[in-house]
């Protein structure tokens, strides 16, 4: 009898496949993190942001300007690092849809976008803004399963894991790329990112109004 292990899922053992795509899972957050909060901070700093707030625009009007060119551009990015780099240097294949994959990663730099932009109203100049989002990133990466699974983090880790955005999207992403996953299996992810999203964007409309607008 020849008993021999054969690997299901990544059955050629490369870890190119999965460290190639959590890099561009990283990019879609410190870039949507970085621009939006550098954006906003700098508005602050020259005054613009004063201007603004006198016109008739209103607050929710001023975040949306901020997060619907991140988004375009990051996903336009994103993309080309995909066709350009993933798909031909790494082989990285592509069993899901990727019509899921950049409609589900626009909700996510949502929510990274809005936590950008509550670092960015706590937050009185540039380098404290840098120092803000250095403190919540690196937490945030350590919880996601980046590095590690959830699965062998401790319990008190595991349940703190799921306050952060990146451990949905880098479940849902390797699921949907990897493993061909749909809408249906990979549901409780985009919930998550939907509702941490809401709430980042709620909390940074009602930080606003309270220490800017008034």
Request: net charge positive; aromatic share 12%.
């Amino acid at each position: 009898m020849d008993e021999r292990v054969r690997v299901k899922f990544n059955p050629n053992m490369l870890s190119t496949w999965f460290s190639s795509l959590l890099e561009l899972m990283n990019m879609f957050t410190m870039v949507s993190l970085l621009l939006t909060a550098a954006d906003l901070v700098r508005e602050k700093e020259h005054g613009t942001l004063e201007q603004l707030l006198v016109s008739p625009v209103r607050t929710i009007e001023i975040f949306l300007a901020k997060i619907i060119p991140t988004i375009v551009l990051v996903l336009g990015l994103s993309s080309l690092s995909f066709l350009l780099v993933l798909k031909p240097a790494f082989h990285v294949p592509i069993r899901g849809s990727l019509f899921l994959f950049y409609t589900v990663a626009a909700l996510y730099v949502f929510a990274m976008t809005s936590m950008g932009i509550a670092i960015a109203v706590v937050a009185r100049n540039l380098a404290q803004a840098m120092m803000i989002m250095l403190l919540i990133l690196q937490p945030m990466i350590f919880l996601s399963g980046a590095w590690n699974p959830p699965e062998a983090m401790s319990h008190w880790m595991r349940w703190l894991s799921y306050v952060s955005p990146m451990r949905y999207f880098i479940d849902f992403g390797y699921g949907v790329i990897l493993k061909g996953n749909g809408v249906a299996l990979v549901a409780w992810d985009i919930a998550g990112i939907l509702i941490l999203g809401c709430a980042l964007f709620s909390f940074s409309l009602w930080w606003f109004r309270r220490s800017v607008a008034r």
